[in-house]
């Protein structure tokens, strides 16, 4: 018997996500199924419930609780793979403009840019010399990753021992497979030599991720290690009187604006 249980399906579309190593799609998908499990109170939903109201109710419930539009699209886009997977497959009745009154669209909710002088005060790590460690720490590596022409933070954590010689780094973006090459400036390098993994048994340049880890287990070190970077940088957009917090995408955005 065929099933026809949204989220069930959904469940299954997360799992054979995992299985293709689509680990960051899959974390997307498992967060927009939390969300709208909790919407909803229950854990399950056949999919002839699935009607357009729902679907706005569940948008002013997403807004409500705080997410942006571009959280809200993202959700939303997702929902609707999930359900014109099932179509293809004739789980779901096929439903035109079903999520047409529903923001699935882009906005720039949040600026990434800052005024060059803010950049300025942001790549100066004196700023953070007699704060705590960890606040050092995530400054600096911070700074490496503009030196670097914008290194995402994926592609630092992930970054081999190997990947280092001398002063040329050579190692592949994690998000698409593509090589990349850098000459690494002496600041980037005296940046590196502080923070840089000690353990000369250790694969990775830095302590970020865990060792002889499956890549599902360190997929979820990654993003824990992602958002307490990210809440660093908030603390330090606070230190440094900013407007508005900063993230690790300022880096790459400031890279690519230069």
Known sequence: MKEKNFTRF??????????????????IY????????????KE??????????????FEYFLRSRGNSWNT????????RAVYNRAVDRKLAPYMPRLFKKVYTGTRTDIKRALRPEDMGRLLN??????QTETLRRTHQLFVLMFLLRGLPFVDLAYLQKTDLDGNTLTYHRHK?????????PKEAMDIIDEWKNTDPDATYLFPILEENEKSQDNYR????????????????????GFNSNISSYVAKHHTISI
């Open 10 to 27: 959904m469940d299954t579309m997360i799992e054979n996500l995992k299985t293709g190593n689509a680990l960051g799609t899959a974390h």
């Open 30 to 41: 498992q967060a927009s199924k939390n969300a709208f499990i909790t919407f909803l109170g």
């Open 44 to 57: 399950e939903i056949h999919f002839r419930q699935i009607k357009p109201e729902l679907l706005k109710r």
């Open 72 to 79: 809200v699209s993202t959700y939303m886009r997702v929902l």
């Open 125 to 130: 790590t004196q700023s953070t010399r007699k």
């Open 176 to 184: 698409t497979g593509s090589p990349l090459t850098v000459t690494v």
């Open 221 to 240: 070190v990654y993003q824990q290690a992602l958002r307490t970077f990210n809440y660093q940088l908030a603390k330090l957009a606070n230190l440094l």
